[in-house]
């Protein structure tokens, strides 16, 4: 059995974004957009697992007829508090109350906090959500699963420079 999974992924795009966006959406049921000098593609893909998923969310879009993308790694979308709770439908309260466990249990530990500013991967309180709340949120990476799929890139491009 398959489910349908968001996979984000930073990018090297062989031309502008302009250029690329007909051919992207004519293909891709995604997002593909600049962020802070990155080319991120998000697509939605159905896979047995995460990883499993990740793995055609690569091969499609690096495919030289279709878009010619060079997909570098994983990108985690890191969220705060107020971007968590935006996404999910909460207020910023229910959040800081799961943060702290005062509400709800397992709530994951935030990646760190830089400036006293809680910051999660996306794909961690995606998986809580959807096993304790209940939520339609499509899965999406973990970061055990990014770090596989990371790892997977990796050696692919070890494997590219090797016999070059």
Not at 1 to 13: H, R
Not at 17 to 33: I, K, Q, R, T
Not at 66 to 81: K, M, N
């Amino acid at each position: 059995m398959t489910n349908e999974y968001s996979i984000s992924f930073e990018a090297i795009a062989p031309a502008s974004l302009e250029a690329l966006s007909h051919a992207f959406y004519e293909h891709f049921d995604g997002v593909l957009v600049e962020r802070a000098g990155q080319v991120i593609v998000t697509v939605h893909v159905d896979g047995v697992d995460a990883v499993d998923a990740a793995r055609t969310a690569i091969a499609d879009p690096e495919d030289e007829s279709t878009l010619g993308l060079s997909i570098c790694h994983v990108d985690l979308d890191l969220v705060d508090g107020p971007e968590v709770g935006r996404r999910l439908g909460v207020t910023r309260q229910a959040v800081q109350n799961w943060a702290v466990g005062t509400r709800g249990q397992g709530f994951p530990r935030p990646l760190g906090c830089p400036g006293g500013k809680r910051i999660w991967a996306w794909g961690e309180v995606v998986a809580w959500a959807r096993d304790r709340l209940g939520s339609q949120e499509a899965p999406t990476l973990t970061r055990d699963e990014a770090a596989r799929v990371d790892a997977l890139l990796a050696q692919r491009r070890n494997l590219t420079s090797a016999t070059a």
